[in-house]
C-alpha cells in the first residue's frame, strides 16, 4: 500500500476508503432526503404557476362561430367576411371566406385573431391603450403597438375585429378574427359567433 501523510500521521489508502465510505453512508440519507424535499417543493410551486384549462377549441366550435358570424353578417347587412378561429398556439381550426370578400380579407382576419393570442388582449384594447395617453402604457402606447407590430413581422393587425375565446374558468383557448367590413362591425360579428357557442370573451368597450 502507498502511504499517505495527512496532519503529520501516516495513513494508508484503505483507510482513507473506509472513511469516506462511513461518511456517505452517515450523510447520504440527509442528502436524499434533502433533495427529494426540493424536488417536492418545486413541484407544488409549478401546480401554482400554471393551470392546466379545463376545456379545448373544438372543430365544432370553430364552425359554431363562423357560421353565427356570417350570420351575423347577413342580417346587419355587412359587406362579404372572412373568419379565422386559432386555437390556443395559434394554428388554424376553422377560416371561411364569404364569396365576394377580397382575397387579402383572410390575412387581415388572421392577424387580427393572432394579435389576440400573442398579446392576451382583444385587438380593441390594444388599438384603444395605444391611442390613449392614460391607457395602460401611457404616452408610450404608440411605440408599444408598433414595436408589437414589428416584433411579429406584421403578423398583428391592431385594430377591433380580433377577441379572445376563453374557456369558462378564464383560460384562453383560441381567437377568432373578422374581417371585410368596418372594424367595429367586424367585432360585432366576432362576438356574435362565441357568445353561440356558450363560451366567453372580454368585454369589447366601443
Request: net charge positive.
Amino acid at each position: 500500500h502507498t502511504p499517505l501523510a495527512a496532519s503529520g500521521t501516516m495513513l494508508r489508502v484503505p483507510a482513507i476508503r473506509n472513511a469516506l465510505k462511513s461518511s456517505v453512508r452517515a450523510i447520504g440519507p440527509r442528502l436524499g432526503a434533502a433533495a427529494v424535499g426540493n424536488c417536492q417543493r418545486r413541484s407544488k410551486t409549478a401546480s401554482v404557476a400554471f393551470t392546466q384549462p379545463t376545456e379545448k377549441l373544438t372543430l365544432h366550435a370553430a364552425d359554431t362561430i363562423i357560421d353565427r358570424a356570417i350570420v351575423k353578417g347577413k342580417e346587419m347587412g355587412l359587406k362579404p367576411l372572412a373568419v379565422v378561429v386559432l386555437d390556443a398556439g395559434g394554428c388554424v381550426i376553422s377560416a371561411r371566406r364569404q364569396d365576394g370578400a377580397s382575397f387579402m380579407r383572410f390575412d387581415v382576419a388572421m392577424a387580427k385573431a393572432y394579435g389576440c393570442l400573442a398579446l392576451g388582449l382583444n385587438m380593441r384594447a390594444l388599438r384603444d391603450g395605444g391611442a390613449n395617453p392614460e391607457g395602460p402604457w401611457g404616452t408610450w402606447g404608440p411605440q408599444f403597438v408598433n414595436s408589437a407590430v414589428t416584433i411579429s413581422h406584421g403578423r398583428i393587425a391592431p385594430v377591433p375585429g380580433g377577441i379572445l375565446i376563453k374557456s369558462t374558468d378564464g383560460q384562453n383557448i383560441g381567437a377568432v378574427g373578422v374581417s371585410g367590413d368596418s372594424s367595429d362591425n367586424d367585432e360585432t360579428a366576432a362576438m356574435a359567433g362565441v357568445q353561440a357557442t356558450g363560451l366567453a370573451s372580454d368585454p369589447c368597450y366601443k
